[in-house]
């Protein structure tokens, strides 16, 4: 079965900027979201179709895909992007979701 | 702004069956635009396509789960719902309903609240 592989943790300084990998098996051929989650929430969409943001996202928030590696990148951290990040494709017939990525700003 | 809720029993006996419902307002279990469907995280863990449902009646499930996973819309009532059988106590967590599009196949633009199962005796 199709596997999205991301590292578990990242640190990152206020005001850094810090990228997400997301990798999988020639993954540019496919649409990649983003989604953060932040304790006792739900996810919400950060990123879809790999690099398009939803109406009040921020704008430090971006996406790419290429070859086998989705990248969500937050550029100038701020304390409030601290939550786990999940990467997400479609791979018909089943949903995959990475193994998500817990963002801690130090 | 489309609105899912779930709902049903927070505590399901081991081999029986996990029963959920999920209202959609703001919008309705018609539109071709979504599919509806469920996604699951187990406590500390990570979240898990469970499945759903295209408002035409066709399925798709976690390869994982198909053997004891039925996913169903009631259109008049704008509602759909998950039922998951044979639970044992991996298929604890907190339960989310979703819209997933039905264009890309990709994006889940709404997600419920979540609600939290728990398999116990």
């Known amino acids: 079965s199709y596997e999205l592989t991301q590292p578990p943790s990242v640190s990152v300084s206020p005001g850094q900027t810090t990228s997400i990998p997301c990798s999988g098996d020639?993954?540019?051929?496919?649409?990649v979201c983003w989604y953060q989650q932040k304790p006792g929430q739900s996810p919400i969409l950060l990123i879809y179709e790999d690099n398009k943001r939803p109406s009040g996202i921020p704008e430090r928030f971006s996406g790419s895909n290429s070859g086998n590696t989705a990248t969500l990148t937050i550029t100038g951290t701020q304390s409030m992007d601290e939550a786990d990040y999940y990467c997400?494709?479609?791979?018909?017939?089943?949903?995959?979701f990475g193994g998500g990525t817990k963002v801690t700003v130090l | 702004q489309l609105q899912l809720r779930e709902s049903g029993p927070g505590l399901v006996r081991p081999s029986e069956t996990l029963s959920l419902t999920c209202t959609v307002s703001?919008?309705?279990?018609?539109?071709?635009?979504?599919?509806w469907g469920w996604v699951r995280q187990p406590p500390g863990k990570g979240l898990e396509w469970i499945g759903d449902i295209f408002h035409t009646g066709p399925t798709h499930y976690n390869p994982s789960l198909q053997s004891r996973v039925t996913i169903s819309v009631d259109m008049s009532k704008n509602q759909f719902s998950l039922k998951l059988y044979s639970v044992t106590a991996t298929d604890t967590g907190i339960y989310y309903c979703?819209?997933?599009?039905?264009?890309?196949?990709?994006?889940?633009?709404?997600w419920g609240q979540g609600t939290l199962v728990t398999v116990s005796s």
């Open positions: 997400q494709a479609w791979v018909s017939p089943a949903v995959v």
């Open positions: 703001g919008g309705s279990t018609f539109n071709s635009n979504y599919y």
């Open positions: 020639k993954l540019e051929d496919r649409f």
């Open positions: 979703a819209g997933r599009d039905s264009i890309s196949s990709t994006t889940f633009y709404s």
